[in-house]
């Protein structure tokens, strides 16, 4: 008997790696996802039962991508959830309590106004909604009641310096009841009124708080295409008062791909060399929101991936290395990678890991601003002399790099003469600046692993906590603060009655103390 041959079987076009849930990018559903190795890129495929079949490269590396997922730890529980786990992530937001991460980078839209029109803003302002006072206070103390305390949290909008009451939230937040819990304030901002208003800066520099300076291109030509108008004038002239006044900032450049991404480099050196700068906060574009959905009609071709990030900053600064950047490990690794500098005596400053095994102090690498400043910094700084003292290989920096640890040593862990916490992380923060790259999710590049740990979180004044990348795509456009007149978010996240949600509870792994609060 004769058999028939058989057609040949297909291969799926990539190798399987990993499943997921995401969102369809056309109605926004939660759809299962897989993450697949193809052509050297990592993809993620998605397929909505109405809308068809979605794909996007999500690393262009497939070796980082891999070594990238080492580098994590436990989360940290907030000290009580507000919703309880019902309908599946990311549709119970709230926090959950399955959410695996505290807050560290709480952000407080104040207002949805702003005197600019960004044609990639993610915020769709109405030009309607202030907080009250009341709301606002609001919502720090029950920020505060769930965190204990915070290393910084950041107030945004719309341009939250047209708030009328800026400068009353930034007082309750650094002179308030929660006084010394609350250690720095920053506000993003477009700088407008930095620039312009010499009263309103001198207020601010007094006010005590950072400025968090949208920051996108030192070229012309730039801002029109990202934020509507050519605004280089106007930035720089923020720079010249930030300087004259001394004014902390965080320079906050947005990269999009084949608009501004050739400048990294540029930018990386400008805020390395402008001494008011602590950190710089580089954000590839995500197509999110109002603005960013629409800016490319999809984002295949436009998405800068972490790897090409390293490597555009690699050939922008030739000085600063692809693998200086390590990812931070309190979020998801695909969400942030970070590098520290550190200031010579000499002035100069150079990469930390090129002189510490940051893999050792992964705990160094917290999504914040400075490194960290306990006894764990001691330690490291020790063992980096030490091991400079003992290599075989001396690089021609190691002299100075040995003598400006030991300087960092004796001015900042005297025992005769011991240092207070504060005083400890002025010190350190004036020698040192962090580069971070975050990554933010869009409708198509969406992962729950990546949201479940999220520890950036949007501030609601009822007390909820909405994980950055979640909020902005599932619950922003039908936030009643916003869009009074929205559908309700459908299936609504349960909440915890007053008092549940706390997560003391003895039936519940890692459990943590509740603190007690004094003065609110
Ligand atoms: S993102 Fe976090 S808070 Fe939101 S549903 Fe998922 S686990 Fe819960
Ligand atoms: S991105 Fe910022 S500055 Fe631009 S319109 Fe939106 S809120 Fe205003
Ligand atoms: S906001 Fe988005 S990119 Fe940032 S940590 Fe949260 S999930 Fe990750
Ligand atoms: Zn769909």
């Known amino acids: 008997m004769n058999i028939d041959a058989l057609p040949a079987k297909r291969n799926r076009d990539g190798a399987f790696f990993g499943f997921t849930r995401s969102l369809c990018p056309s109605c926004r559903k939660v759809v299962d996802a897989h993450i697949v190795f193809r052509d050297a890129q990592v993809w993620m495929q998605k397929k909505c039962a109405a809308h068809g079949f979605f794909e996007t490269v999500i690393s262009s590396d497939i070796d980082y991508y891999v070594r990238s997922l080492n580098y994590t730890k436990p989360g940290t529980l907030p000290y009580a959830f507000a919703t309880k786990v019902e309908h599946g992530c990311p549709l119970d937001c709230g926090l959950c309590e399955d959410h695996l991460q505290h807050t560290c980078s709480p952000i407080f839209e104040i207002n949805d106004k702003c005197d600019l029109t960004c044609p990639i803003c993610i915020v769709r302002n109405q030009q309607g909604y202030s907080i009250s006072e009341q709301d606002f206070r609001q919502g720090v103390d029950r920020l505060i009641a769930k965190e204990g305390e915070l290393a910084t949290i950041f107030l945004s909008g719309g341009e939250p310096t047209l708030h009328p009451q800026f400068f009353d939230f930034v007082d309750y937040c650094l002179r308030g009841p929660h006084r010394g819990r609350i250690k720095r304030v920053l506000i993003s901002t477009h700088g407008k009124k930095l620039a312009r208003d010499r009263r309103f800066a001198e207020r601010f520099?007094?006010?005590?708080?950072?400025?968090?300076?949208?920051?996108?291109?030192?070229?012309?030509?730039?801002?029109?295409?990202?934020?509507?108008?050519?605004?280089?004038?106007?930035?720089?002239?923020?720079?010249?008062?930030?300087?004259?006044?001394?004014?902390?900032?965080?320079?906050?450049?947005?990269?999009?791909?084949?608009?501004?991404?050739?400048?990294?480099?540029?930018?990386?050196?400008?805020?390395?060399?402008?001494?008011?700068?602590?950190?710089?906060?580089?954000?590839?574009?995500?197509?999110?929101?109002?603005?960013?959905?629409?800016?490319?009609?999809?984002?295949?071709?436009?998405?800068?991936?972490?790897?090409?990030?390293?490597?555009?900053?690699?050939?922008?600064?030739?000085?600063?290395?692809?693998?200086?950047?390590?990812?931070?490990?309190?979020?998801?690794?695909?969400?942030?990678?970070?590098?520290?500098?550190?200031?010579?005596?000499?002035?100069?400053?150079?990469?930390?890991?090129?002189?510490?095994?940051?893999?050792?102090?992964?705990d160094a690498m917290a999504n914040r601003a400075i490194i960290r400043t306990d006894s764990g910094l001691e330690r490291m700084i020790l063992d980096s002399i030490t091991n400079l003292w003992s290599a075989t290989k001396v690089g021609e920096d190691s002299e100075v790099i040995l003598a400006s640890l030991k300087t960092f040593l004796k001015d900042t862990f005297n025992s005769r003469n011991p240092l207070s916490a504060a005083e400890i992380e002025q010190r350190t923060e004036t020698r040192s600046k962090a580069i971070f790259i975050h990554a933010f999710m869009d409708a198509w590049d969406l992962d729950v692993a990546r949201l479940k740990k999220c520890c950036t979180h949007y501030v609601m004044p009822d007390g909820r906590l909405m994980p950055g990348c979640s909020y902005n795509n599932l619950y922003r456009h039908k936030d009643p603060r916003f869009f009074p007149l929205a559908e309700p978010v459908s299936p609504a996240p349960v909440r915890f009655a007053e008092g549940e949600g706390r997560s003391d509870n003895a039936d519940r792994p890692g459990k943590v103390r509740l603190p007690v609060l004094s003065g609110s």
């Open 205 to 362: 520099k007094a006010s005590g708080a950072y400025a968090s300076l949208q920051f996108d291109t030192l070229k012309p030509g730039v801002y029109p295409k990202l934020r509507g108008v050519e605004l280089i004038d106007q930035k720089m002239a923020a720079i010249e008062v930030i300087r004259e006044l001394d004014i902390p900032t965080v320079l906050v450049p947005t990269i999009s791909k084949g608009d501004n991404s050739d400048e990294l480099g540029d930018l990386i050196n400008f805020g390395v060399e402008l001494p008011q700068c602590s950190s710089i906060v580089i954000q590839p574009m995500a197509h999110t929101g109002d603005g960013g959905d629409g800016f490319h009609a999809t984002p295949a071709g436009h998405r800068l991936t972490m790897p090409e990030v390293h490597a555009l900053i690699e050939r922008g600064t030739g000085w600063l290395k692809q693998q200086h950047f390590h990812p931070v490990p309190c979020s998801h690794p695909s969400c942030y990678t970070a590098t520290y500098l550190f200031r010579m005596n000499d002035g100069r400053y150079l990469p930390l890991p090129d002189f510490v095994d940051v893999r050792q102090y992964l």
